[in-house]
């Protein structure tokens, strides 16, 4: 069992900045992805960013050049730096983490773990 909790997120103008936290506790030994996802109300869940076990990265397009995905082992935390927000980045956003092997990368929302989800609002 493995335990998400995410901090972060508000409501910025864009333009701005914005860091999410997902501090993972329990058996995280057993998984080898960890993933950021977002989600509009009504939409589906979209892969943001991918970090596995090895340090291969992974961006979906929207987001390419703009957010920044990175992990703090002696801590197990995940992170999402999100530089130069558009209101099109407004969205619930949850980490995730699971044992997916070459899955990791495909930003297909089909995790086991879960955190609660936290809220971006950005204001044009």
């Known amino acids: 069992e493995v335990q998400l909790l995410q901090s972060g997120g508000g409501s910025v103008q864009a333009g701005q900045s914005l860091k999410l936290s997902c501090e993972a506790s329990g058996y995280i030994f057993g998984t080898d992805c960890m993933s950021w996802f977002r989600q509009v109300p009504g939409g589906k869940r979209e892969g943001v960013a991918a970090?596995?076990?090895?340090?291969?990265?992974t961006y979906a397009d929207s987001v390419k050049g703009r957010f920044t995905i990175s992990k703090e082992n002696p801590k197990n935390a995940l992170y999402l730096q999100m530089d130069s927000l558009r209101p099109e980045d407004t969205a619930v956003y949850y980490c995730?983490?699971?044992?997916?092997?070459?899955?990791?990368?495909?930003?297909?929302?089909?995790?086991?773990?879960w955190g609660q989800g936290t809220q971006v609002t950005v204001s044009s």
């Open positions: 970090l596995d076990s090895d340090g291969r990265i």
């Open positions: 995730a983490a699971d044992s997916l092997g070459g899955s990791c990368h495909t930003l297909i929302p089909f995790f086991t773990y």
